[in-house]
């Protein structure tokens, strides 16, 4: 069960990292002044000035650290204990 919970943890991870990156390209090709921010299919937030891009770019790269810090305590657990 715990090899459940990191490989959710993990999957998380990455598609948080993905969207990061995906802002951060967005910025750097965009040409209009608003965007909107999904994740998952869910409108986070609809007008999102291009000034405020790194802000939720790094936001969600830096909230994909999280998840994979949690997996890895997991395993480093898991590990220890045998």
Do not use: C
Not at 16 to 32: H, K, M, P, R, S
Not at 42 to 55: L, R, S
Request: hydrophobic share 50%; proline share 2%.
């Amino acid at each position: 069960m715990k090899w459940v919970y990191v490989f959710i943890l993990s999957l998380f991870s990455l598609l948080l990292l993905g969207e990061g990156i995906g802002l951060w390209t967005v910025l750097n090709q965009a040409e209009g002044t608003q965007f909107g921010i999904s994740l998952f299919g869910i409108d986070i937030k609809n007008d999102v000035f291009k000034e405020n891009m790194p802000g939720y770019a790094l936001g969600f790269s830096v909230a994909s650290i999280i998840p994979i810090m949690v997996a890895g305590t997991i395993v480093i657990k898991d590990i220890h204990r045998k």
